[in-house]
């Protein structure tokens, strides 16, 4: 997690960064601190190399019950590694 939450940090300052394995090479989330930060950080680095690999990001929003619960809720960037 170290190493994606430093590359990510290139877009701008990151809350945290989650790594899982997985049969792509893993599955990675990194919180910003707004949604236009994830969006200008998924613009800069989607496609971008990460320890020999390509990257995709992408923004999740959480699903909230509460529609006015969901407004408030910002996106976050989904980062996965592109498979081989």
Do not use: F
């Amino acid at each position: 997690w170290k190493e994606l939450q430093e590359h990510m940090n290139q877009a701008g300052a990151t809350k945290w960064a989650e790594v899982w394995g997985g049969k792509a090479g893993g599955t990675g989330v990194v919180v910003y601190g707004s949604a236009e930060e994830a969006a200008a950080a998924i613009g800069v680095l989607n496609g971008s190399v990460l320890k020999g690999a390509s990257i995709q990001c992408d923004a999740w929003q959480k699903q909230e019950k509460d529609e006015a619960a969901a407004k408030e809720t910002g996106k976050l960037p989904v980062i996965q590694r592109a498979p081989r």
